[in-house]
């Protein structure tokens, strides 16, 4: 796993039912460098009271507890906050398997805590990487050679005008072919089921002005289909009066395991 650098480590805020679960994924969790402490609340209104309350890094939840839901915990969270990193903790990850859901880790023993964790650690580096800083992007290239950044036009099809080296690992295609136009990344490699839904959630967080991320799926060039998480904002094209004109952001591989 990547080293977290110069980043002060992270605060985790944990939505779970299961007190000894809970007790495990914080021993397990609080031996990563990356992370300061991990606070567990037993409910999702709990979790959003704490959220009032306290500032945290980032928020994992368990997908069923009593109440709210960890999907409507999401929801609730996303309407005022719409860039803490989100990940779902589940037993049944099928039941998160919906397109708009945030990324999802099955519940296991330890090796299932070490996936989730390296999957958290990437979430949040992503998060808290400036992404208006083009050398950002080479430096998740050295830590993630299959983590895309890109940098594109607000305008139909969304046009690519830099596309990172981890587009050959992650999508199996040239950043070549997404920067001189043969290939969209909207149009030919987002699944034609999330095309619409992606590009009406993108464009309103750039009328909003706010970050957008969400998971959805791609197809590789050799024909798989697989879940990415996606995380971007507008940023100026030069002059800082000229906003969200230029998204610049990161693609990542979701694990299935």
Do not use: N
């Not at 992370?35 to 409910?43: F, L």
């Amino acid at each position: 796993m990547p080293s977290w650098g110069s980043t002060p480590p992270l605060r985790v805020l944990h939505a779970e039912d299961d007190d000894a679960y809970a007790d495990l994924t914080a021993a397990v969790l609080e031996r990563e460098e990356w992370v300061a402490s991990v606070t567990r609340t037993p409910d999702a209104q709990a979790a959003l009271t704490e959220l009032e309350r306290d500032d945290y890094d980032c928020l994992l939840s368990d997908l069923e507890m009593p109440g709210m839901s960890g999907l409507e915990l999401y929801e609730r969270v996303r309407e005022t906050d719409p860039s803490i990193p989100f990940v779902l903790f589940t037993g049944r990850r099928s039941a998160a398997a919906r397109s708009t859901a945030p990324p999802a880790y099955t519940k296991g023993g330890t090796d299932a805590l070490r996936t989730l964790a390296g999957g958290l650690h990437r979430l949040c580096a992503a998060a808290h990487s400036p992404l208006s800083d083009e050398v950002s992007g080479r430096r998740w290239t050295v830590e993630r050679p299959d983590a895309m950044f890109y940098r594109c036009r607000w305008a139909a099809g969304w046009p690519a005008e830099v596309v990172g080296p981890g587009a050959t690992v992650l999508l199996g295609y040239d950043p070549e072919d997404l920067e001189g136009g043969e290939l969209t990344y909207a149009d030919d490699i987002v699944h034609p089921d999330d095309r619409a839904w992606t590009h009406d959630a993108m464009e309103a967080s750039l009328v909003s002005g706010e970050p957008f991320e969400f998971t959805y799926r791609v197809r590789r060039a050799d024909g798989e289909v697989i879940r990415v998480w996606e995380r971007g904002r507008g940023v100026p094209d030069g002059d800082e009066t000229d906003w969200g004109t230029v998204v610049e952001g990161f693609v990542l591989p979701l694990s299935d395991e």
